[in-house]
């Protein structure tokens, strides 16, 4: 995974304080209206990596934009850059150069504890090997979720349930990750992203591990999800099977987009 940030000192006009910057939203992200206004602004950026003495340019001047209720994909070749870009976007890395603005917001200048903030309240991640815990049923793992983001313990059983219900597993709530398909554990992984109501959610490769079925039943969850909670979803992906479900494609090709 990408190193952290370093905290740069750029200050565009009107921009608030750092300790105002990232303060949970109020109402909840996922109430924000659809708009075109967008979500996320990704303009001119660049990320470098030194690899055994030598400098390796892995981001070469991206521009982009998520809007509200959006399934966005980056494709393109392994190693290409998507990743390290989808990293940038979640706050768990930071541009060289470029700006990423979210809501409205200086990404690119925050410290790692605003950015903690801003992850653990507005964005949700899938993985493609789903990062569950093994131990813990399907209901504990979303449980979990929202015990992590701060949510009220009066509201967990309320909304696990909805959630879990939302991706089609209100009848194996209380399974443990080991017995669901694979197909399922992603539709677990996508309950506890979505659980503490983020506006973003970030899924690399999320059905590279399953078949061309489950993975079509995937992105019909993802639509759902759209549709239901108002999130935007920007997944990377190789598959072309899936890309026609996308609202845009975006094409990376040696750390720069060609479409
Ligand atoms: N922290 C890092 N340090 C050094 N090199 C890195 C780092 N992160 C990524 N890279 C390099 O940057 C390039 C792009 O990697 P990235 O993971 O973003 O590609 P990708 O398009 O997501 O590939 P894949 O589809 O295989 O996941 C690769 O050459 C990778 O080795």
Redesign the pocket.
Known sequence: M??WFRNKQMSPPGAPPASEIFSPPDPPASAIPHTSEPLLTVSGVQRS?H?GGHK?D?LKGIEMELRPRQLVMLR?R???????LLNLIGGLDQPDEGEIWFHGRPFHQCGDDERTLIRRKEIGFIFQSFALMPLLSAWENVELALRMAGTPRAQWQARVTHCLELVGLGKRMHHRPFELSGGEQQRVAIAKAIAHRPALILAD?PTAELDSQMGAQIMNVFQNIIATEYVTICM?T?DPTILEVANHVYE?VDGRFVS
């Open positions: 990408a190193s990596f690899v390796l892995v393109g392994s190693g290409s850059g998507k990743t390290t490769e990377t190789h990376m």
